[in-house]
C-alpha cells in the first residue's frame, strides 16, 4: 500500500552542521509531499511543501526538492542551530481524499 | 487568527471513566481530523470529516472511541470506558480544503493519562 519512509532517529548534530534528513514515499501518481515539524508539547506545523515533481519547497533555511526518479523528498538545510531540536515528519496526500500518510517521524538535536 | 483550539491540554482519569475531547477548527475550514500520537505507534490519523459528516472512520480503534461533529465549528471525541492504553497525546487538525495541496493545521494536543 502507498507509505512513506522516514530515516531513523534520533539524529543528533552540532550547531551550524549540515542536515538531511531522508524521506520516501510510494505512490500511483504524484501525490503532494510535506514537511511538518513538532516542537516540544506542541502540535505539528507545516515547514513547507511540494505539489509536483522537480518543485522545491522551502522555508526557514529549509529545503526539500519533490525527485520523481527517486520517489524522494529529502529535507535538508545548511546550518542547524539549536533551536531546530524538534520531530520532523514527511508527509504525503492522497488521491480524491484530504488524508495525510506521515512517515513516523525523525527527532533532531542540536548541541551548542 | 485563531488556529485550532483543542481543549483540555490535560487530561488524566482512572480507566473506566468517560473521557470527552475537544476541538474548534479553524473558521471556515471544512474538513476536521483527529490523530493520536504514541511512542509506540506514532502518529495515527482515527476518524475524518468533511462538512460535518464522517468520511474515514477506518482508525478508529474500537467501539469504545466516538466521534461527533455537530456543527462547522466544533468536534468531540469520546472514548467510554477509558484503558490505561489509550494513554496518548490526541492531536485534532483542519484544513479549508480548497485545494489538494492544502495544509492541515494542527491543534496543541491534549494529552490524556489513563491510571
Known amino acids: 500500500g502507498d507509505s512513506v519512509t522516514q530515516m531513523e532517529g534520533p539524529v543528533t548534530l552540532s550547531e551550524e552542521a549540515f542536515l538531511t534528513i531522508n524521506c520516501t514515499y510510494t505512490?500511483?501518481?504524484?501525490?503532494?509531499l510535506f514537511w511538518y515539524v513538532q516542537y516540544p508539547g506542541e502540535g505539528l506545523q507545516l515547514l513547507l511543501k511540494a505539489t509536483k515533481a522537480d518543485d522545491k519547497g522551502s522555508n526557514k533555511g529549509f529545503e526539500a526538492t519533490y525527485r520523481k526518479e527517486t520517489t524522494s523528498f529529502h529535507l535538508e538545510k545548511g546550518s542547524v542551530q539549536v533551536s531546530d531540536s524538534a520531530v520532523y515528519f514527511c508527509?504525503?496526500?492522497?488521491?480524491?481524499?484530504?488524508?495525510?500518510?506521515f512517515g513516523t517521524g525523525t527527532r533532531l538535536k542540536v548541541l551548542a | 487568527d485563531a488556529g485550532v483550539i483543542q481543549s483540555p491540554r490535560h487530561e488524566v482519569t482512572e480507566m473506566g471513566q468517560e473521557v470527552t475531547l475537544r476541538c474548534k477548527p479553524i473558521?471556515?475550514?471544512?474538513?476536521l481530523f483527529w490523530y493520536r500520537q504514541t511512542m509506540m505507534r506514532g502518529l495515527e490519523l482515527l476518524i475524518y470529516f468533511n462538512n460535518n459528516v464522517p468520511i474515514d472512520d477506518s482508525g478508529m480503534p474500537e467501539d469504545r472511541f466516538s466521534a461527533k461533529m455537530p456543527n462547522a465549528s466544533f468536534s468531540t471525541l469520546k472514548i467510554q470506558p477509558s484503558e490505561p492504553r489509550d494513554s496518548a497525546v490526541y492531536f485534532c487538525?483542519?484544513?479549508?480544503?480548497?485545494?489538494?495541496?492544502?495544509?492541515?493545521?494542527f491543534g496543541d494536543g491534549t494529552r490524556l493519562s489513563i491510571l
Open positions: 473558521s471556515g475550514h471544512n474538513s
Open positions: 505512490a500511483t501518481g504524484y501525490p503532494s
Open positions: 487538525a483542519s484544513t479549508d480544503g480548497k485545494t489538494s495541496v492544502s495544509p492541515q493545521h
Open positions: 508527509a504525503r496526500g492522497t488521491s480524491g481524499t484530504y488524508k495525510y500518510i
